[in-house]
């Protein structure tokens, strides 16, 4: 949405803003329909694609005068990027890549206040004059985090100006394939060492799709390849671990008929004797404790799901599980199972010490689900039980409906200063009674309007029309 132009601007920065604006709107508003050619069509959309590519340089410039100076709490959040993805109404993920890239290709303060270069001058400096997109930039930055990190800085320099080079007149896909003919000629013979490896391992998931399924990435060192390819020898033999087969071995070996019946691929095989392998640690109980609970899995549902067999449960990563699977776990292994009515009120808990018992956390896991902070997205198991009526100077009781999930970031934020955020349980009445809601410090909100985290309640953003009260 385009802004109304100042009619007096206060600074150099608002008026270069409004002119912008101005500008944008008149685009906006009369259309290209003066253009008649493809030639002048295309040309038109070089120029737009020219500005959109610089605006993120300037971003950079913006994120990384944030981050010298950042104060955590003075905007709201502890973390900039938390800030950055509220602010921008960008993922979590986007505000992290963005930081990390400003690090990069924005200029540098000392702590005596000395300017220095990006540490990538060449490739900021490209990114300023339009010529490459965000695309080009990251391909670069792939090339350097597969250069060993050995490479002495001449040549590291002499790559980058290259790369930069060949950015401004080539597609992503393109440079690409130079960046790949560059590292095959300054790493002929493929040499990486032990800390080449290790800056590069990787286990990643990304979020479950519509049909509850998850992809994800790995680069793994030799050490945990030698492992997995000793436990898949076994368990992904032909008729192991074959969950459509109910005589399918587990520990000993299959029987030939077994064998002969599975119909699964190899990856198929490896994912069913990963998810065996798991299921087995766990039910040994050997894994110790994460905040105050044995490992294992925490899944919340209500007693009507239970009873029907049908729906979803959650668990304390925010994992949606069917029905039917949690019913399977349960059979294999000691989960924790947290029930609630019908009406989502869950089982009431209370005690006189200060530290929340492993039953309510349970409790807690199930009904916050994750961080109860405005728009945070860790999930439960990354969280800690805190206090809404403060232990010791409110006389707080540990009782399960005035504790709230905060991870460490936002638990810091928590106080009763007029500098920290207060928390409250919503009352009866109210549209979300028994949630928990985050009254902000004036500084940030001088209205100080409570706030709820909707982010582990997704429902509850087509639900809500009502303003908090």
Not at 110 to 135: H, K, N, V
Request: proline residues 6%; charged residues 25%.
């Amino acid at each position: 949405m385009l802004s109304n132009p100042a009619s007096d601007p206060a600074t150099v920065v608002d008026a270069a803003f409004d002119a912008i604006d101005t500008a944008l709107k008149n685009l906006r508003d009369n259309g290209f329909d003066t253009l008649t050619t493809a030639r002048e069509r295309i040309t038109a959309l070089d120029r737009l694609e020219t500005f959109a590519r610089t605006v993120p340089s300037l971003g950079h410039t913006l994120i990384a005068a944030l981050a010298t100076d950042w104060i955590p709490g003075e905007l709201g959040d502890n973390r900039l990027a938390d800030t950055l993805a509220d602010q921008l109404h960008i993922t979590p993920t986007d505000a992290r890549h963005r930081v990390r890239t400003a690090e990069q290709l924005a200029p540098r303060i000392t702590l005596t206040g000395e300017q220095l270069d990006p540490i990538y001058p060449a490739i900021a400096d490209a990114q300023a004059d339009g010529a490459i997109s965000d695309a080009h930039v990251q391909i670069i930055r792939e090339f350097f985090n597969q250069l060993p990190h050995d490479t002495d800085l001449d040549t590291r320099e002499h790559a980058e100006r290259t790369l930069a080079h060949q950015a401004r007149t080539l597609r992503p896909d393109q440079l690409r394939k130079v960046s790949e003919r560059l590292l095959a000629y300054l790493n002929p013979d493929g040499h990486f060492d032990d800390a080449d490896r290790a800056r590069k391992r990787s286990f990643m998931f990304g979020k479950q799709g519509p049909d509850l399924m998850t992809k994800g990435d790995f680069v793994i060192d030799p050490e945990l390849r030698a492992y997995l390819e000793t436990i898949l020898a076994k368990y992904a033999r032909r008729g192991m671990c074959n969950p459509d087969d109910t005589e399918s071995a587990v520990d000993a070996d299959p029987t030939e008929t077994a064998a002969a019946r599975d119909r699964r691929n190899p990856g198929q095989r490896n994912h069913d004797a990963l998810k065996a392998v798991l299921r087995a640690t766990l039910a040994t109980g050997n894994l110790g404790q994460h905040r105050g609970l044995p490992v294992t899995v925490v899944a919340s549902m209500t007693v009507k799901e239970l009873t029907d067999a049908t729906g979803t449960a959650t668990t304390a990563g925010d994992t949606v599980l069917p029905m039917r699977d949690i019913l399977k776990m349960a059979r294999h292994a000691y989960h924790y199972l947290t029930i609630f009515d019908d009406d989502g009120r869950p089982i009431y808990l209370g005690r006189t010490v200060r530290i929340a018992s492993g039953d309510q956390r349970i409790v807690c896991y199930a009904k916050d689900r994750g961080c109860t902070f405005p728009g945070c997205w860790r999930p439960a198991n990354l969280c800690q039980c805190h206090h809404c009526r403060e232990w010791a100077a409110q006389h707080g009781h540990t009782d399960v409906d005035q504790l709230a999930l905060a991870c460490d970031s936002h638990h810091q934020l928590a106080g009763l200063t007029d500098k920290h955020w207060h928390t409250i349980t919503a009352p009866p009445g109210h549209s979300h009674a028994g949630r928990i809601l985050w009254i902000p410090p004036a500084h940030v909100d001088p209205q100080r309007k409570p706030r709820i985290n909707y982010y582990h309640h997704p429902g509850d953003y087509l639900m809500d029309d009502e303003p908090l009260r």
